[in-house]
């Protein structure tokens, strides 16, 4: 059986006060919600989700007040950043209050904060009076829903309610900045970039490398489809596919660049435009229609460049890592990630 969906906050408000999940959009991806002051209904997300209780979640409010009430001394950047950045895709991990349950931090001292800039989330939020403490709406290791039919295809009639955003407009996770140590460090890349806060702090930022684990619960092996994932480029790629074709696989290839082929079983993938925006818009929705077209490989070019198309380029070598043997169930071990 299918959720109820829904397009009114004010219904999705109610179910959460009373203890439901939902599942609501983001400007990023769609979050799957429970109150956060309620641990009983934060532990349903753990295990709907199958996420492992230490990873924490995402605590998503309204508005500024969210820092006043889920942080402790936040401190100057962490105002800064919000004033800047909220309502947006960026997510400060800041020391947390005591009405921050230890069931949403996995009983770490920080929490991360965000408010979202999607219109219904900002309305539902505003009724709740409270946050909501939300991952991303999908099984846990595989790519993120970015709208309500992926969350239906994921998570089924285990959800108590979904309300339906329509497609979300950036289509990546959030920047993860984290506040609470000596030096302001990005655990995720995502809609917001590295140069927009290092330019707003007026001073340098820590950018962890892909590879070790670096924030609980952030896998080396992650965001992945069940299609092997392979990132290449446009000067390889028909190197590439001629490799896999020699194998048999049904291949598809997602890039924005030109592509032809004659083999009928190969699919062709392309965001609707060329712009590293649209490259990750399309992103998630692509990689599962490979997956229900039966595909065994995606060949994937992902954008040049910073900002967005970083954020794409993390996610698709974590797809790829999850491909190549290494455990998504499991972080990889800890190794110098070459960031000071
Ligand atoms: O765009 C997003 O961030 C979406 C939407 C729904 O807001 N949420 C999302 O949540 O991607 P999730 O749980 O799938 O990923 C959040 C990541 C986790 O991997 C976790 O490691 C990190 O945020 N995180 C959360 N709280 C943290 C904390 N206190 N310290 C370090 N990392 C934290
Ligand atoms: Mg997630």
């Known amino acids: 059986m299918s959720p109820p969906l829904s397009q009114n906050p004010s219904t999705a408000a109610r179910v959460l006060v009373t203890g439901g999940v939902v599942a609501f959009p983001t400007e990023t991806v769609y979050g799957l919600g429970a109150h956060a002051e309620q641990p009983a209904a934060i532990a349903r997300v753990f295990a709907i989700k199958g996420r492992p209780s230490g990873h924490p979640l995402i605590v998503h409010g309204a508005d500024h007040d969210v820092l006043d009430r889920y942080a402790r001394g936040a401190g100057r950047d962490a105002w800064r950043l919000a004033e800047a950045f909220w309502p947006g895709p960026l997510t400060l991990v800041v020391p947390r209050s005591g009405a921050v ?62 309300l339906d955003g329509g497609p979300c407009a950036v289509g990546v996770e959030s920047t993860i900045l984290d506040l609470s140590g000596d030096q302001p460090t990005i655990l995720r890349a995502g809609g917001v970039s590295a140069d927009a806060i290092e330019e707003l702090l007026g001073r340098s930022v820590v950018r962890i490398a892909r590879g070790p684990a670096r924030a609980p619960g952030m896998l080396a092996a992650h965001y992945a489809p069940n299609a092997l994932v392979v990132v290449t480029s446009s000067e390889q790629l028909a190197r590439e596919y001629a490799a896999e074709r020699a194998t048999g696989r049904r291949i598809a290839v997602l890039t924005t660049g030109e592509f032809v082929t004659a083999d009928p079983q190969s699919l062709v993938l392309r965001p609707v435009g060329d712009r590293p925006e649209d490259f990750a818009h399309d992103l998630y929705g692509l990689l599962r229609h490979a997956d229900a077209a039966g595909a065994e490989v995606i060949l994937v070019v992902p954008p040049p460049g910073e900002g967005i198309a970083a954020a794409v380029r993390d996610r698709l070598e974590r797809a790829a890592a999850a491909g190549h043997g290494a455990s998504s169930t499991a972080p990889l071990p800890l190794r110098p990630s070459g960031a000071p």
Request: proline letters at 8%.
């Open 101 to 162: 349950p230890d069931a949403v931090t996995g009983g770490r001292e920080t929490v991360g904060l965000r408010v979202p800039d999607q219109p219904l989330a900002l309305e539902m939020l505003r009724a709740v009076g409270a946050g909501v403490a939300a991952p991303s709406a999908n099984v846990f290791g595989r790519t993120s829903p970015t709208t309500a039919a992926h969350v239906v295809s994921d998570l089924g009639d285990q959800v108590d309610l979904i």
